[in-house]
């Protein structure tokens, strides 16, 4: 059973038909939609066979009319998640504000912690430990649909910009391919691919029409909530079966850690005044002009200073979307559990996923700082019960 391929015959096929479907595309959405997965596949095959020479970049993505023409529905959608953000902007800041500040308390107490080593795994024990967490989410023929279609591809380098790996999916089709960057057979993968497992599976289950999926992507800041649901539920798939339990917590560890960035950098982005975010929504000022707008509002100042000048650039919408990615799986993770691992608890999740922010959301779904913060402490407690 061979777990990853590395031919890009099949990618090629896949990508004379999004050119007929370009061409036969009815609406702009529908031609913005394909037209951003052609540039994803035309990236994909030259990433699996570099000088792979198929110049869909030139004829397609580039061709003039296709590129204004996304150019110019992107930044409705981008106008409209900033406008969006600006309304709540009170409510996030106040939000992230709570959860950066509770969850850093905890996570100073067990920052000593050690890593312990990375078992490699042979190509079987890889696929037996990934197909029975596949199987307790009723997943394993879906798994096992990817592997035998030989769908799971792997790069000979690693992805650029701490890309870990990234899905290609048709969006006419629902036809799909999962990328993880030169795959080894060990924990670090096995849990990039949970994660991307978790985009198809959200993917597939898309059901309203082609200019809410360009929503979905480009306006909201849910992208990545199931996505971060499947790596919580793996890693306490592997703790509560005693697999790669040691490494299980480190990748825990690690998961509770980069949360909390992704909420901080939150919270210190919602300090910054209007004007700069609606003329500069990548935030290209320094970190030290990020400071010198954010630093009254700690108390800390050192620790924030580190924290800006490690992050670099604060991108809001990437930011947020990994943010809200965390505070939704923390409980989307929960409910599932306690509904006996049925994924159907993801239903209400899908229902208001492609709409633009709104505090309500949250309400539909029972999450409020305080419920954050006490699964928060169950996650730490999880942690600390293993023994090392
Ligand atoms: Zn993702």
Do not use: W
């Not at 969006?84 to 709570?98: D, T």
């Not at 580190?306 to 670099?312: A, M, Q, R």
């Amino acid at each position: 059973m061979k777990i990853v391929t590395d031919s890009p015959k099949k990618l090629c096929e896949k990508l004379e038909v999004a050119k007929r479907q370009l061409k036969n595309a009815e609406t702009r959405e529908e031609q913005m939609a394909i037209s951003n997965y052609i540039y994803l596949l035309d990236e994909s095959i030259n990433l699996v066979s570099p000088g792979t020479e198929i110049s869909t970049y030139k004829l397609y993505y580039f061709n003039y009319k296709i590129n204004e023409l996304f150019d110019k529905k992107y930044f409705v959608h981008e106008e409209k998640m900033i406008r969006n953000y600006l309304e709540h902007k009170e409510f996030h800041s106040k939000f992230f504000e709570i959860l950066s500040k509770k969850t850093n308390h905890i996570i100073h107490k067990i920052e000593e912690d050690e890593y312990s080593g990375v078992t490699t795994l042979t190509e079987e024990e890889y696929y037996n430990i990934f197909f029975e967490f596949m199987n307790k989410l009723g997943l394993a023929k879906y798994f096992d649909k990817y592997v035998k279609a030989r769908r799971i591809y792997t790069t000979s380098t690693y992805l650029e910009n701490n890309v870990l790996g990234y899905i290609l999916f048709n969006p006419i089709t629902k036809d799909s391919d999962i990328f993880i960057g030169d795959l080894e057979y060990d924990i670090f993968s096995m849990f990039t691919l949970a994660h991307e497992f978790g985009h198809i599976y959200d993917l597939n289950n898309f059901d309203k029409d082609i200019g809410s999926y360009n929503g979905y992507f480009y306006r909201s800041f849910n992208g990545e909530a199931i996505s971060k649901t499947f790596e919580r539920l793996f890693i306490d798939f592997l703790i509560e079966n005693n697999i790669l339990t040691n490494e299980a917590k480190d990748q825990l560890f690690d998961l509770i850690n980069s949360n909390y960035e992704f909420l901080l950098a939150s919270y210190i982005i919602s300090l910054i005044p209007d004007i700069l975010l609606i003329n500069d929504i990548y935030l290209e000022l320094s970190p030290t002009k990020i400071y010198k707008l954010v630093e009254r509002y700690f108390s800390k100042k050192n620790h924030i200073r580190k924290f800006i000048n490690k992050c670099g650039n604060l991108e809001l919408k990437e930011t947020y979307t990994y943010a809200y990615g965390d505070v939704y799986s923390m409980f989307l993770k929960d409910r599932i559990k306690e509904d006996n691992y049925s994924l159907d608890s993801l239903n209400e999740f899908f229902e208001i996923r492609s709409e633009l922010f709104n505090p309500k959301m949250l309400d539909k779904l029972n999450i409020n700082t305080n419920s954050y913060v006490k699964l928060y402490k169950k996650d730490i407690e999880l942690l600390k019960k293993q023994s090392k």
